[in-house]
Antibody, heavy 119, light 110 residues
């Protein structure tokens, strides 16, 4: 079955850029799904960051839009997140998730990866 | 910006019934927002429970049900069990691909 796996540096310096990748296995990123990033600061709630379609079309959380770039690499069957100008407030577990083809919900989740912003 | 509201915490007795709600800071929740619900235990990724207001995800017990109650989306757990003690999040679809999570409800079963 399809699985998602996040990867990337666990520590990023303040003012730097956070970069994560979500590898899709057991299925194609070019399926009729959108692919999302969601984050969760320690002890806090979930926040949707944005999504991408295999064509490269994106939608972003308006509150993060100025700092976020989500891209797709169909040759590697993965999609990526870049978050610029990070601060300690961006410290969180970052999840990648698959948007269901019908119903506008997340039907598959990665296990998440903790990214800490600290000098 | 639109805020999605949930009760911060709730408690239920084992075997009891509890209804968690998901509202909007301004306006009413309808099926057009495609409300979905997720369960999360500490250290784990969220688990999808309900989508499109009232459709249970595969493998979800039928003691979990979704609905619209008044001007809010609702998640009802009937016959609560100890392992239902979790955080519960709703998500509303705002259009143009934008989703907003509620702040989550911490459910205690005691």
């Amino acid at each position: 079955q399809v699985q998602l796996q996040e990867s990337g540096p666990g520590l990023v310096k303040p003012s730097g850029t956070l970069s994560l990748t979500c590898a899709v296995s057991g299925g194609s990123i070019s399926s009729s799904n959108w692919w999302s990033w969601v984050r969760q600061p320690p002890g806090k709630g979930l926040e949707w960051i944005g999504e991408i379609y295999h064509s490269g079309s994106t939608n972003y959380n308006p509150s993060l839009k100025s700092r976020v770039t989500i891209s797709v690499d169909k040759s590697k069957n993965q999609f990526s997140l870049k978050l610029s100008s990070v601060t300690a407030a961006d410290t969180a577990v970052y999840y990648c998730a698959r948007d269901a083809t019908v119903g506008r919900y997340f039907d598959l989740w990665g296990r998440g990866t903790l990214v800490t912003v600290s000098s | 910006q639109t805020v999605v509201t949930q009760e911060p915490s709730f408690s239920v007795s084992p075997g009891g019934t509890v209804t968690l709600t998901c509202g909007l800071s301004s306006g009413s929740v309808s099926t057009s927002y495609y409300p979905s619900w997720y369960q999360q235990t500490p250290g784990q990724a969220p688990r999808t429970l309900i989508y499109s207001t009232n459709t249970r995800s595969s493998g979800v017990p039928d003691r979990f049900s979704g609905s619209i109650l008044g001007n809010k989306a609702a998640l009802t757990i009937t016959g609560a069990q100890a392992d239902d003690e979790s955080d519960y999040y709703c998500v509303l679809y705002m259009g143009s691909g934008v989703r907003v999570f509620g702040g989550g409800t911490k459910l205690t079963v005691l």
